[in-house]
């Protein structure tokens, strides 16, 4: 008897409700599900408890305690070491090992000595670190194809970049789209495709393979997107920071992308954008605990208006710049000018707070702290302004939810949960999308905010 999962989707022209059974789900596992053979027995009846589970992601091997080293660490040093001439062989034989060991505790019938020696090959002909960094996850999923009986799909040639290293998306969707017609099942590496010019291999960003498994499910029109990871969900707030934060049952795309961006670190930011185009709902799952149901994470979430918060992120230091000029209102271009300023030395901002006669801008700290006297005198050129001030060390803290568009008060919950603790705010914020706040700290500020907020919205 299988459990079907049934999710809902508002329909805004006849304001019904409508459920939907699920048909083919495309599941990714991260390095701590495949980082040894105890593990990947828990992913093989995952897969297996669930005949829709079609398209399987895998990650390279993580951790297996604390003290372990991820296997793509392994292979950067194993590079490095060979680009210094230093004998690389001894550390390259423990990236070999563990996936021997894997494949000799499960008894998995594929041999993997050729692609090992190919890997070694392409080292001393001096490989990019790109290619070098794929390979974890290119060796991963030939071993779990080969533990499931799934066709092996490699992604590259099928996930496309162009020269600058952007991605292709609409050209990968249509070549991930034709290639995974032909197989009914099977493993996909993630974390990596290629140029589509040179055909060498490109990397994602850290935690990528997230996104392949959102291109992967766009690519098959999936019903769902299933993403293993180590913990049931998403949490209101960092456990790190608020004792036993309550689970997130379900969230919008849009909350998602606010909480991802303040350091919600769950789900790789970028991986929301290939799936909401085509509203495949994900659902993150613990593969430690397949039993639970995780977050749901659709186009609109299961809007409940007695609660205001869906949750609370954050990350430091960042550093505001302020710049005040009388009459700044009526200067044509001000803004402009400002912004131009940071293009031109090719930093980037996060938030423009403005008032009648100000225009702050804040920065993350690690974006500005080479150039932070260049960018006050290229201010001082510009605009010619009567003051700027800089204020280093700031916590930002994002307060997400749909309800507080609709709720009285929020700012003044808010400010008073602030006071209360003894807490100075040093900015306040609501975005134009009115599902966010910002509140801005002192770094030293940011755990005791962050609780007092928490606190005063979930009782």
């Known amino acids: 008897m299988y459990i079907f999962l ?33 593990q990947l027995v828990k992913v093989k009846e995952i897969i297996e408890s669930d005949p829709e589970r079609r398209y399987v992601v895998v990650s390279a091997p993580g951790k297996r305690f604390n003290e372990d080293s991820k296997i793509t660490d392994l292979l950067f040093m194993c590079k490095a070491q060979a680009e210094n001439n230093i004998p690389y062989e001894q550390l390259f034989q423990v990236v070999s090992d563990r996936y021997n060991a894997i494949r000799y505790n499960l008894d998995i019938n594929v041999d993997l000595d050729e692609h090992f020696a190919e890997i070694m090959e392409q080292m001393e002909a001096g490989c990019s670190e790109d290619y070098i960094a794929s390979r974890g996850e290119y060796l991963s999923a030939i071993l779990i194809a080969a533990y499931l009986g799934y066709d092996f799909v490699d992604t590259k040639g099928l996930i496309l970049f162009d020269k600058k290293g952007r991605l292709l998306a609409e050209e990968t969707n249509e070549a991930l789209s034709a290639e995974l017609a032909k197989h009914d099942r099977a493993v996909i590496p993630g974390f990596y495709g290629s140029y589509k010019d040179s055909g060498e291999i490109k990397v994602l960003s850290r935690g990528g393979s997230d996104v392949t498994g959102s291109l992967v499910a766009r690519a098959v029109n999936a019903d769902i997107y299933e993403n293993w990871t180590d913990v049931s969900g998403l949490l209101m707030a960092d456990p790190r920071v608020v004792d036993n934060p309550k689970p997130i049952e379900s969230i919008s795309y849009m909350e998602l992308r606010e909480l991802s961006y303040m350091g919600a670190s769950v789900l790789h930011e970028e991986a929301v954008f290939p799936v909401r185009l085509s509203d ?47 009459m700044m209102n009526k200067e044509i271009g001000f803004v402009r000018r400002a912004l131009a300023v940071l293009e031109d030395l090719d930093i980037s901002f996060d938030h423009i707070p403005t008032g009648i006669d100000s225009l702050s801008v804040v920065i993350e700290s690690s974006e500005i702290e080479d150039s932070l006297d260049e960018v006050i005198e290229a201010f001082n050129q510009r605009l010619h302004p009567d003051e700027i ?19 009285i008060g929020v700012s003044a919950k808010i400010t008073a949960a602030l006071a209360d603790a003894g807490i100075n705010i040093r900015m306040l914020n609501q975005g134009a999308t009115e599902i966010n706040v910002i509140v801005g700290v002192e770094a030293k500020d940011f755990k005791a905010a962050t609780r007092a907020i928490y606190n005063a919205f979930v009782s």
């Not at 605990?289 to 609370?312: F, H, M, Q, R, W």
């Not at 430091?316 to 710049?321: C, L, M, Q, R, S």
């Not at 916590?395 to 939810?401: C, D, E, M, Q, S």
Request: hydrophobic share 35%; aromatic share 10%; proline share 5%.
């Open 6 to 38: 049934y999710y809902f989707v508002k329909s805004y022209k006849n304001e019904r409700i409508w459920w939907k059974e699920l048909g083919v789900k495309v599941v990714k596992f991260g390095g701590s599900s495949v980082a040894d053979g105890l």
């Open 389 to 407: 001030t800089v204020v280093p060390d700031i916590a930002l803290i994002a307060v997400v939810g749909k309800g507080l568009s609709n709720s």
């Open 280 to 326: 495949i709902p994900i659902n993150i799952r613990n593969t430690n605990a397949p039993e639970d149901p995780g977050t749901i994470i659709t186009t609109e979430s299961n809007y409940d208006k007695n609660k205001v918060l869906s949750g609370i992120a954050g990350k430091h230091p960042f550093t505001v710049i302020t710049i005040y000029k009388n």
